[in-house]
């Protein structure tokens, strides 16, 4: 039975960075990407880039490039998302989920508050 | 970028109605679409992939089907816990986006 479980909810001030890891267990970890989708309060969902352990590279959406950083660790099945500069409108939830085409296994969500 | 358009944005139905949700691609996607269900604080979950394929655990009164640009989620009989938010994915090209969503709501 695979499981995703996140790290807790972080409160950060506009223009800083935070991190938000998600540890699997079950399955094989490189088998299948890890992606990070997020959920402004209230909206939908948005897709933010994903990391295929398989060949160790990271594909991000045009939004996110050059802000967002995920990375993933394969000896402690922990993948990792970044986001930098961070303003107002990047509180959400912050989902790590694991699939192929379609996302079968979800986290269970990080809220990331900023506020001055 | 491939645009998810989902309609309606509201449904107001009651027990044991059929429903149906529409989501429309900007442009073809095959039969790389996937559906899925998020109740108020949880994270969403996986009913349907590949358009038309059930998740193992999902009831049978859900169903999917379409290819190309138009895609229908389909509700047979609402049971009380379907009352949600549903949500299409596409996947195209190593790129995903996600439908606006559909709220599911008791008339």
């Known amino acids: 039975q695979v499981q995703l479980v996140q790290s807790g909810a972080e409160v950060k001030k506009p223009g800083s960075t935070v991190k938000v890891s998600c540890k699997a267990s079950?399955?094989?970890?490189?088998?299948?990407?890890i992606k990070w989708v997020r959920q402004a309060p209230g909206q939908g969902l948005e897709w933010m880039g994903d990391?295929?352990?398989?060949?160790?590279?990271?594909k991000y959406p045009q939004k996110f490039q050059g802000r967002v950083t995920i990375t993933a660790d394969e000896s402690t099945s922990t993948a990792y998302m970044e986001l930098s500069s961070l303003r107002s409108e990047d509180t959400a939830v912050y989902y790590c989920?694991?699939?192929?085409?379609?996302?079968?296994?979800w986290g269970q969500g990080t809220l990331v508050t900023v506020s001055s | 970028d491939i645009q998810m358009t989902q309609s309606p944005s509201t449904l107001s139905a009651s027990v044991g109605d059929r429903v149906t949700i529409t989501c429309r691609a900007s442009?073809?996607?095959?039969?790389?679409l996937a559906w899925y269900q998020q109740k108020p604080g949880k994270a969403p979950k996986l009913l349907i992939y590949?358009?038309?394929s059930l998740e193992s655990g999902v009831p049978s009164r859900f169903s999917g089907s379409g290819s190309g640009t138009e895609f229908t989620l389909t509700i047979s009989s609402l049971q009380p816990g379907d009352f949600a938010a549903y949500y299409c994915?596409?996947?195209?090209?190593?790129?995903?986006?996600f439908g606006q969503g559909t709220k599911l709501e008791i008339k």
């Open positions: 990391f295929i352990p398989f060949f160790g590279s990271a």
């Open positions: 442009q073809s996607i095959s039969s790389w």
């Open positions: 590949k358009a038309s």
């Open positions: 079950g399955g094989t970890f490189s088998s299948y990407a």
């Open positions: 989920a694991r699939g192929g085409a379609a996302l079968h296994y």
């Open positions: 994915q596409q996947y195209n090209n190593y790129t995903y986006s």
